[in-house]
């Protein structure tokens, strides 16, 4: 018996780093660590330089907005391209203009503008190239991995991903406070921050240049009104997908406390920019533990059923760390916010790209990243706004009570979603049938 239990445990040790085998995988997750480490501590040093310059949270939350912005107008064509195009040369191209970007970010800080429109400018390129490098970038998993290593590779990516969320912010609260001396002086605080996400971009783009792609079906058609669309058609009849993604979008959206933290930072718990760090990290915490114990323990059955109890205790805990006062206790709930809200994200991104077409998912990622854009930047506009109104510490509370119900109605009127049991491609892809008698572009 106690043999059979260390070869069980030794088989499930094999199996969860599978996704890991691939040295295409490795060297694409590497770059992820890196290029998200230094754009989540970028996002500090601008939150924290737009908030000095305002004192708005109003005008803090349109960082938000402008970043949005780019979504709603080029994402559409963005997801046929990466249909059409080389997904790995669309995602190099998207992150040099990342990487300019960063480079005027440096200039503004470096030269102590305090113009903020032009901030708000640059963010809207950088959010032109999040809109196009989103679709490919997610379209880009499946050819990286074998199909049965999918969902391994889905959750060691969202566990790389929350340790970049967990260093990012941290690293950049790191970077904001430290003082050099001498010429250097001249670096201190945002300059120093933009100068090191500049080299993360650089090191991104030198990995993904030596990774490898499988060949998979890409669109034929020329871009027309029609295949642009056909990715909104393929969600639209898809009842499990649409239900899945507009789920996160309103919980999200409507809990989403992540772009007020520089108010609660500074005026609710006095904590600095340094606190500021800890408090954009906690939720990493808590994503990247869930993460890690789903890698060695994937979720084998009920998923439906648990990403939507995930979601209600997202809201309750983003109820919660509105009302706090103490420091542990918000970084203790934030953690707690970050971790159901990961459980969503990977069972919300295998049903996306295990249901899809391998020759749709690019404009199918383009819906995703319609959705994901109104409930994260989007987000940060509608929290700034509500927190303009209400105050922030109302905004936050109003938010969570309404992804509670939103819960409960989506648990409703979304039954598919409610009675999903496995993650495995079979199953969703026919869960996500949708009627035939109008063809998809």
């Not at 990466?82 to 970010?105: E, F, P, W």
Request: hydrophobic letters at 50%.
């Amino acid at each position: 018996m106690a043999e059979a239990k260390q070869e069980t445990g030794s088989v499930r040790a094999r199996e969860s780093g599978a996704a890991f085998k691939s040295r295409s995988f490795r060297n694409y997750q590497l770059a992820r660590f890196l290029v998200i480490l230094g754009a989540e501590a970028q996002s500090i040093a601008v939150a924290w330089q737009v908030y000095q310059i305002t004192h708005s949270a109003l005008l803090l939350g349109a960082t938000g907005l402008a970043l949005f912005l780019p979504g709603v107008l080029f994402v559409l064509p963005a997801g046929h391209a990466a249909d059409r195009y080389d997904r790995k040369g669309l995602i190099l191209a998207c992150y040099v203009v990342q990487l300019v970007c960063t480079v005027v970010l440096f200039c503004l800080a470096y030269t102590g503008s305090h113009n903020v429109w032009a901030v708000y400018g640059t963010l809207f390129f950088v959010g032109v190239g999040r809109a196009f490098s989103g679709p490919a970038s997610a379209a880009l998993l499946p050819s990286l991995v074998p199909k049965d290593g999918f969902v391994n590779a889905m959750t060691w990516g969202s566990a790389i991903f929350q340790t970049s969320n967990i260093s990012g912010p941290a690293l950049g609260g790191l970077l904001f406070t430290l003082t050099l001396t001498g010429r250097a002086a001249r670096l201190n605080g945002a300059p120093l921050v933009y100068l090191v996400s500049m080299l993360t971009v650089i090191a991104f783009l030198v990995l993904m240049a030596g990774i490898t792609p499988r060949d998979e079906v890409r669109e034929k058609k020329a871009f027309t009104v029609a295949t642009m669309l056909a990715g909104i058609h393929y969600v639209r009849r898809a009842r499990l997908l649409l239900g899945s993604i507009s789920l996160d979008m309103f919980a999200v959206l409507l809990g989403g406390a992540v772009s007020l933290m520089p108010i609660f930072a500074q005026d609710i718990l006095h904590a600095g920019p340094r606190g500021l760090g800890m408090l954009r990290a906690a939720p990493a915490v808590g994503a990247l533990l869930v993460s890690v114990t789903l890698a060695r323990r994937p979720i084998n059955h009920g998923a439906g059923k648990l990403m939507l109890a995930c979601v209600g205790v997202f809201g309750a805990a983003t109820v919660g760390f509105g009302l706090s006062r103490s420091i542990p206790l918000s970084l203790v709930l934030l953690a707690i916010i970050g971790a159901t809200d990961n459980v969503s994200v990977i069972v919300r991104s295998s049903i996306l790209q295990l249901g899809t077409p391998a020759e749709m998912r690019g404009r199918v990622s383009a819906v995703n990243w319609i959705f994901l854009g109104a409930s994260n930047e989007f987000g940060e506009f509608e929290s700034g706004l509500t927190a303009h109104w209400f105050g922030a510490v109302r905004a936050v509370v109003y938010g969570g009570i309404g992804s509670m119900a939103v819960t409960g109605l989506w648990s409703f009127f979304f039954p598919a979603l409610r009675d999903v049991d496995t993650l495995n491609a079979e199953e969703l892809l026919a869960a996500n049938a949708y009627s035939t008698a109008e063809p998809i572009d």
